[in-house]
């Protein structure tokens, strides 16, 4: 398997919706178990990208930028147990506004950098229609907020469809003789 930290991570993420509903009979807040399953994807999406063949001047920033995001998902999640006001102003109003957005556009840029330089196959074919699919809402959802208005929450839902790409990338089969030739041309590139 190429990342099983990016399966669990997608497998945490994708699964925080359905969660979500499932508990919400059993957990008052709501945002309880979403904040903390998409915090737990999160940092294991950081902690694979180093499992992917990507640059490493791309690899460092998207680790932060998840890790980061993670953090903020935390905090919500903390914020939603705690119910404390200043931590909600925090975690909400002020990194969860234009910081959150914009590290899930990190994240998103990171999975394009996975896509262009290490899928292959079919999953490549359905990362080239997924990807760039996620950075047209997310370029819409800008616009819609430079207006003025609120973007329509169902547009969340696409950065779905990258999360599950990534799981079946992450879930590829990797050669020995493929991991040998990628750990011959690093030994190269780095002298």
């Keep these: 398997m190429k990342s099983k930290l990016g399966v669990a991570g997608a497998i945490a993420v994708l699964l925080a919706v359905p969660l979500t509903v499932l508990l919400s009979s059993v957990v008052t807040a709501e945002g309880v178990v979403v904040h903390f399953a998409l915090a737990a994807g999160f940092v294991l999406f950081a902690l694979s990208a180093f499992d992917f063949r990507v640059p490493r001047w791309i690899v460092w920033p998207g680790c932060v930028a998840m ?3 993670a953090t903020i998902f935390f905090l919500q ?5 705690t119910q404390n006001d200043a931590l909600h102003r925090l975690a909400y ?3 969860g506004q234009t910081l959150e957005s914009v590290l899930g556009d990190a994240f998103l840029a990171w999975c394009l950098a996975v896509l262009l330089f290490d899928s292959r196959g079919k999953t490549r074919i359905l990362g080239l229609i997924v ?5 047209l809402v997310e370029v819409y959802r800008h616009a819609v907020r430079f207006s003025g208005e609120l973007p329509a929450g ?6 779905l469809l990258p999360v599950f790409w990534l799981l079946l990338e992450s879930r590829k089969y990797v050669s020995r003789e493929a991991s040998r030739e990628e750990a011959r041309h690093e030994r190269l590139a780095t002298g």
Excluded at 77 to 81: E, N, S
Excluded at 131 to 135: K, T
């Design 154 to 159: 169902a547009t969340l839902l696409v950065f």
């Design 77 to 81: 999640g903390l914020t939603d147990v």
């Design 67 to 69: 890790g980061a995001l």
């Design 93 to 95: 109003d002020g990194l």
């Design 131 to 135: 990807i760039p699919l996620a950075i």
